[in-house]
C-alpha cells in the first residue's frame, strides 16, 4: 500500500476505534480520575490553607501572650515600687511618730524634772525656813545669857552659813 | 454522592472489563489457532531472491492483508487477519487472509497488485486471474495489520485506564498506587501543564476527554509501534490514513467548539482594510485555508516523525543484509554496529513517541484555545 494515499478502511477503523475508546474512557475514566484529581488537589489546598491558618493564629496567640507576659512584667515592676514607696512611707512615718513620742516623754521628763525640782526647791525653803527658824531660835536661846555672846553667835552662825 | 449510582457505575466497569477479557482470549486464540494454518497453507519459496532493501522496509512500515512474522526456510510465516471487501456485484465478502497466499493467489474473485503504483491494494480479477481494469474497486474495510495493532492498543489502553479509573472511583483521596502510581503523573502533566495553560482556567475540563484519550493514544501507539512483537510493532500512528483521522478528530473538535468570536475572525476578521475581504474575500479564502492547514500539518507531522524513525531503524537492520549479501563475515561485523545504531535510534524513538504525543495534543489544545477565547 502506497506510504502517503490515505486508505479508506483504515481510516475508518480508526474514527470507530478512537470514538469508541474516547467514549467508553470518558465515562468510565476521565471523569472519575479528573473529579478525583480535583478533588484531591482541593483537599490538599485546603489542608495548606488550614495549616497557614494555624500557624498565623498560633502567632497571633504568641504575641498576645508574649504582650500579658511584658505587661505584668511592668505590672510587677509597678508592684514592687509600690510596695517600696509604701514602705518607704510607713517607715518615714513611723519615725515621725517615733520623734514625736520621743519628744513627748521627752517633754514629760522635763515636766517631772521641772516639778521635782520646784519640789525640791520648796524642801530646800522650808529647810531654810526651819534652819532660820531653828537658828533664830538658838540665837534666841543666847541671847538670854549675854549680848557679846549672842553677837559671836550670830557671826559665827552666819558664817556657816556662807560656807554653806 | 448517592452510593447506588457509584455502584452500578462500578458494576458498569466490571462488565466492561469481563468483554475485555473476552476479547482478549478472542484475539490469543485466533491469533494462535491462525498462525497455525498459515504455516500449512504457505509454501511458496523465496529462494533466488535478491534482497531489496526500499521494498522490504517499505514492507515493514506499511499496512498489509496478514501480519507477517518471519521467514523460515523459504516460507513466510504469518498471521492471517480478517479481509471485509463489499462490491455492488459481489456482495460482502469477509475471509481470512491467507486465502491469497500473499498475493500469490486470487480468492473469490480478489487479488492483491504485486507490483505498480496500486500495490498491495486488493482488486477484481476476471475468470483468468488478471486484473479487471474496468471493475470499480471494491470497497476494503479489512481487519488489516494497523487496524489490528491500533485494536490491540486500543484494549491495552481501556485495561489500563478502566483500572486506574476504578481506583480513583474507589479511594479518591488515597495516594495512588500500581499502575495508578504509573499514569497518575502523566495524566496530571496533560491536565495541568499541557491542557490548562494551553485553553485556560475556565474552559479546560469540557476537553479533557478528548484531549487526554488523544493523548495516550497516540503515546501507546507509539510506544507499541516500537516493539517488534506480535501483536504490537505496526506502524500504527506513522500511517498517514490514521494520522489523518487524528487530525479529523481534532478539526471536528476545534471547529464545533468555535464561540461567535473564533467565525467571525474568520469570515470577516478585524482590523483588516475592508478591500481584502470585498469584493474578493481574499481574507476569509485565507482563514479557511488556516483552518484547513493546521489539522493537516497536525496529521504530516505525526506521521512523517513516526515514518521517519521507522524508516531509519529499519534501515540499520537492513545495513546488516546488504553487508551480509556482500561477505557473511561482513555481515556479521556489520550487525555489531547496526544493532548499537539501531538500539540508539530506538531509545531515540522512545523520546519522539512521548514528544509527538504531546505536540500533537498540545497544538489541538492551543487550537482549541484560540476557538473558544472570548477576547479576554
Known sequence: MDLITPDFGLFFWMLVTFTLVFVILKRYAWKPIVQALREREENIQEGIDN????????????????????????????LIRQGREIKEKI????????????????????????????????QIKVQIASLSVEIAERILRKRLKEDTDQKELMNSLLEEFKLN | MPFSLQKTADTRVNVLYNMLRIAAIILILSVSASTITATGADENPLEDVKFEPGAFIFDHIGDAYDW?????????YSVPLPVILYTREKGLNIFMSHKFEHGYASYRGFRIITDGPEKGKIRVVRED??????????????????????????LLMMAIFLTVGRSYRRNPMSPPRGVQSLFEPLILFVVND?????????KYVRF????????????????????????????????????????VTSFLVINLSGNRLYWQHIFNTPHVPLLLKLPIPIMPVIEIVGMLTKPFVLMIRLFANITAGHIITMGFFTLIFIFGEVSPA???????LSVGFGIFITFLELLVALIQAYVFTLLTALFIGMAVDDGH
Open chain 2, 194 to 202: 499541557l491542557v490548562k495553560p494551553a485553553i485556560g482556567e475556565k
Open chain 1, 91 to 122: 517607715v518615714a512615718e513611723a519615725r515621725v511618730e517615733a520623734e514625736e513620742e520621743a519628744k513627748k516623754l521627752v517633754e514629760t521628763a522635763k515636766k517631772l524634772i521641772e516639778e521635782e525640782k520646784v519640789a525640791a526647791v520648796n
Open chain 2, 330 to 336: 561482513f555481515g556479521y561485523g556489520g550487525s555489531v
Open chain 2, 68 to 76: 507477517h512474522l518471519f521467514d523460515i526456510g523459504g516460507k513466510h
Open chain 1, 51 to 78: 495549616a497557614e491558618k494555624a500557624r498565623i493564629e498560633i502567632e497571633n496567640v504568641r504575641i498576645k501572650s508574649d504582650k500579658i507576659i511584658s505587661e505584668s512584667i511592668v505590672e510587677r515592676d509597678k
Open chain 2, 129 to 154: 486471474g488478471t486484473i479487471d481494469p474496468d471493475a470499480a474497486k471494491p470497497l476494503d474495510l479489512s481487519i488489516t495489520k494497523n487496524v489490528t495493532g491500533m485494536f490491540f492498543a486500543a
Open chain 2, 208 to 247: 479533557l476527554p478528548y484531549l487526554l484519550t488523544l493523548f495516550f493514544f497516540i503515546w501507546i501507539n507509539n510506544m507499541l509501534g516500537l516493539i517488534p512483537i506480535f501483536p504490537m510493532g505496526a506502524n500504527v500512528t506513522g500511517n498517514i490514513s490514521v494520522a489523518a483521522g487524528l487530525a
